[in-house]
């Protein structure tokens, strides 16, 4: 099992609808979770953390569910520019970051 | 402004040689890493230094090379030894407040 999966996708949705994307962890250590977001053929960059109370920034909502070990990130009003590939990040203690390979939304008009 | 600069942002290599690419940051960020990002698919982590003149291998390390002697440059030799080296290569530095800053990133291709 990979230690961080996530659904590839596409996820194809029009614009103003709710979408979810999910990420599981297998390290039930792991301390500490982000959303990045990258562009094609370009960087990640933060999106946000992930905070074991849930964050909100905007329309983007995240959760932390340590028990079933997985992550979600919701966007609502999908926006054209919320096209991109989403990037599930896991920090382990005393270890790197594992990136997940990332979960790809196109937003339609 | 503080950041990572990758160059070059193209590179082509041809069959038996090695590159260097660069990678320099200002934001005085102690860690510095190296990531390959093949289509479709995640990063996998090259090399990364936690702090100057020390670096530790990766995941997928070999036909790698990187040294450290500055705290802003940490620049990744691809050598002859990596068989299919054409893919996307992000350099990036960590500090816990702000996570992760990624340079641009380079292409490289085996012509």
């Known amino acids: 099992r990979k230690e961080v999966e996530q659904d590839p996708g596409p996820f194809n949705v029009p614009e103003g609808a709710t979408v979810a994307f999910n990420c599981t962890y297998s390290?039930?250590?792991?301390?500490?979770f982000f959303w990045y977001r990258q562009d094609c053929r370009k960087e990640p960059k933060l999106l946000m953390s992930?905070?074991?109370s849930g964050n909100e920034d905007g329309r983007f909502t995240a959760q932390l569910n340590r028990a079933s070990q997985y992550i979600s990130l919701l966007i609502r009003d999908s926006k054209l520019s919320d096209s991109a590939t989403y990037l599930c990040?896991?920090?382990?203690?005393?270890?790197?970051?594992?990136f997940g390979p990332g979960t790809r939304l196109s937003v339609l008009p | 402004d503080g950041g990572i600069t990758q160059s070059p942002k193209y590179l082509f290599r041809k069959e038996g040689q090695n590159v260097t690419l660069s990678c320099e940051q200002n934001?005085?960020?102690?860690?510095m890493y190296w990531y390959r990002q093949d289509p479709g698919q995640g990063l996998r982590l090259i090399y990364y230094?936690?702090?100057?003149?020390?670096?530790q291998k990766g995941d997928i390390a070999e036909g790698y090379s990187v040294s450290r002697e500055k705290k802003e440059s940490f620049p990744l030799t691809v050598t002859s030894a990596q068989k299919n080296p054409t893919a996307f290569y992000l350099c990036a530095s960590h500090e816990p407040i702000s996570g992760y800053t990624f340079g641009s990133g380079t292409r490289l291709t085996v012509v």
């Open positions: 934001l005085n960020h102690d860690a």
């Open positions: 390290n039930s250590a792991s301390q500490s």
């Open positions: 990040v896991v920090e382990n203690y005393g270890q790197n970051f594992v």
């Open positions: 230094s936690q702090i100057v003149n020390d670096f």
């Open positions: 992930v905070y074991s």
